[in-house]
């Protein structure tokens, strides 16, 4: 899931992508009105979270405008504004959700997890083929009700080809979303991961599409 963070707070901005990345998630961050607006045309997001006091546009009318692009894309208000006024404008406005600060980071997640199943994006917690099960929370992979131990860019690639179950994924859509989540890429990168994942899942649970990329089936 590729989110944008759209935040004026360097230290904070940087705290946030941090734990957003080491969730799993996708995360590019900007921190002007402006930018976010060009970057949501210019790219594809399943989430915003979106700061309102930004130094260049206020935040509600960045809400308004990302709207306008595309409805359906969840943003989730971030804010120093508590009062109650500004909370409902923002729902009015568009806003599918609100959490002012200072707020705790396994709130924002929880949130972010209801605001995916609501589009979904991502139907449970839980992503299940087969006897394989991916946890989402907790990063935590079970084969037969076995936990199974993963690095963070094995489990990465395992949750883009999961995510996308019975769609090929090329080797460039698995390096980009490695890439996206901050992570160096050799020429191999996607080449050694998947042989790691085999060792540990069921025989033939990814498959290689010669030429073409790696499916997980149903």
């Known amino acids: 899931m590729r989110l944008l963070l759209v935040e004026d707070d360097g230290p904070l901005?940087?705290?946030?992508?941090?734990?957003l990345q080491n969730a799993g998630y996708a995360v590019d961050w900007v921190a002007l009105g402006e930018l976010a607006v060009k970057s949501f045309q210019g790219a594809e997001y399943q989430l915003v979270i979106l700061d309102l006091g930004l130094p260049d546009i206020d935040g509600l009318l960045v809400l308004s405008q990302l709207k306008a692009i595309n409805a359906a894309v969840p943003v989730l208000i971030l804010t120093a504004r508590s009062d109650i006024d500004s909370k409902v404008t923002g729902l009015?406005?568009?806003a599918d959700d609100y959490l002012a600060k200072p707020f705790d980071v396994a709130e924002l997640m929880a949130r972010i997890r209801v605001l995916e199943r609501r589009a979904g994006t991502n139907h449970a917690a839980l992503i299940q083929v087969r006897n394989v099960t991916l946890n989402t929370e907790n990063n935590q992979l079970l084969v037969d009700n076995q936990a199974v131990d993963l690095s963070r860019k094995e489990y990465m690639v395992l949750r883009a080809l999961m995510e996308n179950t019975n769609r090929i994924q090329s080797k460039l859509s698995l390096e980009e979303k490695l890439y996206d989540w901050g992570e160096e890429?050799?020429?191999?990168?996607i080449e050694v991961h998947i042989s790691n994942l085999r060792k540990r899942l069921p025989t033939q649970f990814i498959a290689t599409v010669r030429g073409v990329g790696y499916l997980v089936k149903e």
């Open 185 to 189: 890429i050799s020429s191999n990168t």
């Open 92 to 94: 009015d406005q568009g």
């Open 13 to 19: 901005a940087r705290g946030l992508k941090t734990s």
